[in-house]
């Protein structure tokens, strides 16, 4: 009971079923599986046929039969040397070195032989690239190139499609033309022309698609004892006709483009493939039959897989015996029937699915029950728009399916819905006399309303009144096709998707244009019209719903008075703003608030608020009617939890002097007046008299908490670290030079009444960025230590906005994105290759490509410097440093 263990035992029983297996193809699972290959990674085959040689001549170097220990070098190991001659002295260093196979480079030639040639052409190593010799003692010019020793039996030759392209950064393969022929003389290629050095082609492998990293393998093989031509296409196994290699299709490329040269003519006794990877030659010998001896217990094996193979055939033979005589059992049926399935005329008949008696017809397995319920409609009878896709049949054969098969429910002569007709008929008329009654409403229009007995219809409406009636009549027609909740799986999506639409449209409809919000006639008369009693009639007939309002209506009451109320609040609001403006004009204007960097004279103690309420209260003075009066001043925003304050006196001078609006004592009494304040905040100064200016003392009451000061600082500085989704700008350097050109035109935070105006016009709870942050307004609540930290965020944001100047390019990046990610951005962005580029950030070089940006110090509005190398002229150098 052997079976295959190790990789060695796998490939000799492989090898085996290759030889004497019954079946089409061979599937090397156990074989992959022993290897432990990864089946949804693909691997590049001449990458796996250097693995999978070294692991074989690794394995077997541990057997003790010389033969079988030496097997992979005798087959496969030839030895080349890599001479350099001194020019000086003549002196020849050799160094000697085995190879498994030749890698040519195809770029720029159309012939193998071109290939090999370059392989071993001779170079010149001068100037730097000189060579130390050991006889002269010092640096000298000398030639440099490689001699082949001896070739193996079987010469693999890898042609090297796929190069290193440094426009994209990636690789990209050659599809270029490159001949080959069946013979192939090495004997003008070596070193000892004393030998047999005719090769025979006996396999080519082609890569199949035009990218360098996907793409299909195809194998062509030669039966060394036949001389005949294999396929192998994964499972599809051909026989070439007349003993003859054939590429064919696999020459066409999946993506053909313009650029595409044609194939060169081919003489006889050779080829040309623009796919070739891999070709495999084979020392030409006069001993043409080879005795082939499968060891007795692997044999055993493949009697036993040969029998499963046949059993498996004879099961298949057997199913398809039963399947024909199944057949023949339903078409006797079928022939019988078929005759008798058309209804005459004046004889009863029933209708059933088109599409299960297709079923009936065309297949060999029993149908499933009879299913009608698809063709219902919501009366649960026929529905007239699914008469297409049913079949009238007579009585007789729908007993015969209903007995033999069951299912329904039955639809006999009576089963067409009447009111589904009446109904369809009903909306087939309106859309034809749309078009007249259009022309008759609009004339109908023209004519002036007298007395009371119009009707009011709302202006919208009146405009687009047609496309309404349209829409309205396509979506009842569709409402009417698919009334039967049973006809599909997803029918309850359906409805759900239907609801949200005409939740969505219920703004559209008819006449709704002016209904107040309490049901009743809008007191706005600018929106609606009166139209004659005969109008109102014709537009009835399109929407039977639409709310109606005669002429001697009264319009809703409640409007009235929430009106009244509405203009009495304006007018309160603008007495208000108008007050508020006149009383504390020097918080209105900036220009006449105190400065803390040059405190002013007449007082030793100034007050602060929050500069969000200035803004805040700022809106609602220009614009008393749109916006809500401030009525308290939220300083608890500029506090920490204990009650102490966030700022020291030097950064409310600085970086924070753009979150805080300082005020007189005088206009302090009025605003504690005007507005309820939750938390006082003074800062006091004191000063001895004759004593140094430097020594004057700034006292803030309440106090600096220092722990939640340097909690807040931070909690910034994490930030900065921790962000995603920020915009950094990367600024191109050209001879060290960073050129500054003027800056872009950008919109930035400001006070102005035109920029105001804008706010004012978003939308409700978009006007203000920081608004959703600090629950802003009379509504404001007390704010945690948290929601300080992002208003105070926010605040730092808009001081700090960068100016993008022209030349520089902004990118969104993340904290935890490498540097090797933000260079591959740059590429995209600038067409530099990332070896190609060296960054900086305020002066430090930024070079580990694994490190993050929040690591390196790259902050939300950082500029970096790109500094671009020259591009190297050598392209076949750069892809030997590549490899």
């Given at each position: ?13 492989l ?6 297996s019954?079946?089409r ?5 156990g074989?992959v599986?022993a290897?432990?290959l990864d ?17 074989l ?5 541990k057997?003790?039969n010389?033969d ?5 070098q005798?087959?496969f ?7 350099t001659v ?5 002196r020849?260093?050799?160094?000697v ?16 032989t ?6 071993l ?7 730097d ?12 010019n000398?030639?440099r190139k ?10 693999n030759?890898?042609l ?13 393969k050659l599809?270029t ?24 082609l ?5 890569h199949?698609?035009v990218?360098?990293?996907s793409?299909?393998y ?7 004892q036949?001389g ?7 499972e599809?196994?051909e026989?070439m ?11 066409d490329?999946?993506?053909?483009s313009?650029?595409q ?32 001896e499968?060891?007795a217990f ?10 499963k193979?046949e059993?498996?055939?004879?099961e ?12 023949k059992?339903?078409?006797?049926e ?10 005459e005329?004046?004889?009863p ?12 017809l ?10 009608n ?8 009878k ?6 297409s ?11 015969f399916f209903?007995?033999r098969?069951?299912?329904?429910p ?5 089963a067409?819905?009447k009111?589904?007709?009446v ?18 409403v ?7 309303v007298?007395g ?6 709302g ?9 309404l009636?349209?829409e309205?009549?396509?979506e009842q027609?569709?409402?009417a096709?698919?009334s ?5 799986g997803?029918a309850q999506n359906k409805?759900?998707?239907n ?5 969505e449209?219920?703004?559209l409809n008819?006449?709704e ?24 009639e ?6 039977p719903?639409a709310p ?10 409640q409007?009235k ?5 509405g ?8 007495m ?31 007050y602060?608020?929050?500069q969000?309420?200035v803004?805040e209260?700022r809106?609602?003075?220009?614009r008393?009617t ?8 939220g300083?608890?925003a500029?506090?920490c ?7 020291t006196?030097?950064?409310m001078t ?9 005020i007189?004592p ?7 007046k005007l507005?309820?304040?939750?938390h ?11 004593a140094d ?7 803030s009451?309440?106090?600096l ?10 909690q910034?500085q994490?930030d ?10 990367i ?16 919109l930035?935070v ?5 920029e105001?105006?804008r ?12 608004f959703?942050?600090?629950?802003g307004g009379?509504?404001?609540?007390k ?9 105070q ?9 960068h100016?993008k100047v022209?030349?520089e ?12 990610e933000?260079k ?11 070896f ?8 430090k070089?930024l070079s580990?490509d694994?490190?993050?940006l929040g690591?390196?110090?790259v ?5 970096i410097l790109?500094k671009?190398?020259?591009p ?12």
């Amino acid at each position: 009971d052997y079976e295959p263990q190790t990789i060695c035992e796998h490939l000799q029983y492989l090898f085996a079923l290759l030889q004497n297996s019954k079946r089409r193809y061979i599937d090397p699972s156990g074989f992959v599986k022993a290897l432990g290959l990864d089946t949804g990674q693909q691997q590049d085959a001449q990458e796996f046929s250097k693995l999978f040689m070294s692991l074989l001549e690794d394995t077997l170097s541990k057997q003790k039969n010389p033969d079988v220990r030496n097997i992979v070098q005798k087959q496969f190991c030839g030895e080349y040397a890599y001479v350099t001659v001194c020019n000086q002295c003549g002196r020849e260093s050799k160094l000697v070195s085995k190879f498994y196979e030749l890698e040519l480079n195809i770029q720029g030639h159309k012939q193998l032989t071109d290939c090999v040639t370059e392989f071993l052409k001779e170079e010149k190593l001068e100037g730097d690239n000189r060579y130390f010799c050991e006889t002269c003692q010092s640096k000298q010019n000398a030639t440099r190139k490689i001699r082949l020793l001896s070739l193996p039996c079987t010469l693999n030759l890898q042609l090297m499609r796929f190069v290193f392209d440094r426009q994209t950064g990636h690789k990209k393969k050659l599809n270029t033309y490159i001949g080959f022929s069946e013979l192939l003389d090495m004997e003008p290629f070596m070193e000892q022309k004393n030998g047999v050095y005719v090769y025979e082609l006996s396999a080519v492998l082609i890569h199949r698609g035009v990218s360098a990293y996907s793409g299909h393998y195809i194998a062509h093989v030669k039966d060394p004892q036949t001389g005949e031509w294999y396929k192998f296409n994964d499972e599809d196994i051909e026989k070439m006709e007349g003993k003859k290699l054939q590429l064919g299709i696999e020459e066409d490329l999946a993506e053909p483009s313009k650029s595409q040269t044609r194939k060169p003519k081919c003489g006889k006794g050779t080829h040309c493939s623009r796919n070739a990877y891999m070709l495999v030659y084979r020392l030409q010998t006069r001993e043409k039959s080879l005795t082939v001896e499968v060891p007795a217990f692997l044999q055993e094996l493949v009697e036993r897989d040969n029998c499963k193979f046949e059993e498996w055939c004879n099961e298949m033979a057997e199913m398809r015996k039963q399947s024909v005589a199944r057949g023949k059992i339903k078409h006797e049926e079928v022939k019988e029937l078929y005759k008798r399935l058309p209804a005459e005329a004046g004889s009863p008949y029933d209708f059933i699915s088109l599409e299960w008696l297709q079923k009936w017809l065309d297949e060999s397995t029993p149908p499933k029950p009879i299913d009608n319920t698809a063709c219902l409609c919501s009366h649960g009878k026929l529905h007239p728009d699914k008469i297409s896709i049913m079949k009238r049949i007579s009585e007789y054969v729908a007993d015969f399916f209903y007995r033999r098969y069951g299912g329904g429910p039955r639809l006999n002569v009576k089963a067409l819905c009447k009111d589904c007709v009446v109904e369809r008929c009903r909306i087939l008329r309106l859309k034809n006399q749309l078009n007249e009654d259009y022309k008759t409403v609009t004339n109908l229009l023209k004519i002036t309303v007298k007395g009371n007995d119009g009707f009011w219809v709302g202006k919208a409406s009146l405009r687009s009144w047609r496309q309404l009636a349209l829409e309205q009549l396509n979506e009842q027609d569709e409402d009417a096709e698919h009334s039967n909740g049973k006809m599909n799986g997803n029918a309850q999506n359906k409805d759900e998707s239907n609801e949200e639409k005409r939740e969505e449209e219920e703004e559209l409809n008819f006449n709704e244009d002016i209904v107040c919000p309490h049901g009743d006639l809008c007191i706005s008369e600018n929106e609606r019209r009166v139209v004659s009693k005969e109008a109102w009639e014709k537009l009835k007939q399109y929407f039977p719903k639409a709310p109606e309002f005669p002429n001697n209506k009264e319009c809703c009451s409640q409007c009235k008075i929430l009106e009244r109320e509405g203009e009495e609040n304006e007018a309160l609001h603008k007495m208000m703003a108008s007050e508020q403006k006149t009383s504390l004009q020097n918080l209105f204007h900036d220009k006449c608030r105190p400065c803390l960097g040059s405190w002013p004279q007449e007082t030793d103690e100034l007050y602060i608020v929050s500069q969000f309420f200035v803004e805040e209260w700022r809106k609602f003075v220009r614009r008393p009617t749109r916006c809500s009066p401030v009525s308290s001043v939220g300083n608890s925003a500029l506090l920490c939890p204990h009650g102490g304050l966030m700022f020291t006196y030097a950064s409310m001078t600085k970086e924070d002097s753009k979150l805080i609006a300082l005020i007189w004592p005088s206009e302090w009494e009025r605003i504690q007046k005007l507005f309820v304040v939750d938390h006082v905040i003074k800062i006091t100064r004191t000063q001895a008299a004759g004593a140094d200016p430097e020594s004057t003392l700034y006292v803030s009451e309440p106090q600096l908490c220092p722990e939640c000061r340097e909690g807040l600082l931070c909690q910034q500085q994490r930030d900065l670290r921790e962000y995603t989704q920020a915009t950094i700008y990367i600024h191109k350097v050209v001879d060290n030079k960073k050129v500054m050109k003027d800056a872009a035109p950008e919109l930035n935070v400001s006070s102005s009444e035109a920029e105001e105006e804008r706010e004012e016009n978003k939308p409700e709870g978009e006007q203000d960025p920081d608004f959703n942050q600090t629950n802003g307004g009379a509504k404001r609540q007390k704010i945690s230590h948290q929601s300080y930290i992002t208003y105070q965020k926010q605040g730092i944001r808009r001081s700090t906005r960068h100016r993008k100047v022209r030349g520089e390019k902004a990118l969104l990046v993340s904290a935890n994105q490498t540097l090797k990610e933000l260079k591959i951005q740059i590429m995209h962005a600038f067409s530099v290759a990332p070896f190609d580029q060296n960054l900086s950030i305020d002066g430090k070089i930024l070079s580990d490509d694994t490190a993050t940006l929040g690591s390196l110090g790259v902050i939300p509005e950082s500029v970096i410097l790109l500094k671009a190398d020259e591009p190297i002229a050598d392209y076949a150098a750069m892809d030997d440093v590549m490899q």
